[in-house]
């Protein structure tokens, strides 16, 4: 079984902060792993994945997550909010290439003035 | 980019009645076409994988005849919710992929049903 965790509902920053998203997962397989972007009543989309090799990813809007096995963790960064990146951001993991995607409940981001 | 247009966009039903909702691929042929559904401020649940000429599979605790799923074009799946309640109303997802493995997912813009 598979599953991701992200704790807490909501996080706020100011405009120019550090964004740091957490997001840790269970997996008895090499997972894996997304975070997406939702924005309001809209469906969503891909901000970066790891599936194998580097484990730092880089993805679009200036993210970035770093897998690391030992931690069970898949965090997303971005080292200066902008209030554009106010949405909802959903952490996923696949344990196989034909597996489904598994999502964690997601976290709000605000990003204030 | 691949784009997935998910139709309509809100829809307001009147308990009793079905409601069908379209998820379409419009730059490439989907494969495999999958069903979300959404509670406020919670994540997407899984509802139903559907293949293209095939029977949808369904997850565990989703009515297969309360929530009708028919993948009969590469490009088009639809969503019927019958006999629909008020506690259907919610947020619906469709993603699609188009082929096999590492394959990305590409997601409608979402259907908001509000059922009366």
């Known amino acids: 079984a598979q599953s991701v965790t992200q704790l807490g509902s909501h996080v706020s920053v100011s405009e120019g902060a550090l964004v740091l998203l957490r997001c840790n997962y269970s997996?008895?397989?090499?997972?894996?792993l997304f975070w997406y972007v939702q924005y309001p009543n809209q469906g969503l989309q891909l901000l970066l994945k790891y599936t194998t090799g580097a484990t730092l990813v880089k993805g679009i809007n200036g993210f970035e997550a770093e897998f690391k096995k030992s931690e069970t963790s898949f965090h997303l960064t971005k080292p200066s909010a902008h209030m554009s990146d106010a949405a909802e951001y959903f952490c996923?993991?696949?344990?196989?290439?034909?597996?489904?995607?598994?999502f964690g409940k997601g976290i709000t981001l605000s990003v204030r003035p | 980019g691949a784009v997935v247009s998910q139709h309509p966009s809100r829809v307001i039903c009147k308990s009793g009645t079905s409601v069908k909702i379209e998820c379409r691929s419009l730059d490439f042929q989907a494969t495999t076409m999958f069903w979300y559904r959404q509670f406020p401020k919670q994540s997407l649940m899984l509802m139903a994988t559907?293949?293209?000429?095939?029977?949808?599979?369904?997850e565990q605790g989703v009515e297969k005849d309360k929530f009708l799923i028919n993948h009969a074009s590469l490009t088009l799946s639809t969503l019927t919710v019958t006999s629909a309640h008020p506690e259907d109303s919610s947020f619906y997802i469709c993603?699609?992929?188009?082929?096999?493995?590492?394959?990305?997912?590409?997601f409608g813009n979402g259907t908001r049903l509000t059922v009366t």
């Open positions: 997996s008895s397989v090499p997972p894996y």
């Open positions: 996923a993991v696949r344990t196989g290439a034909n597996s489904k995607l598994t």
């Open positions: 559907s293949n293209e000429g095939s029977k949808a599979t369904y």
């Open positions: 993603s699609a992929r188009s082929g096999q493995g590492d394959s990305p997912l590409h």
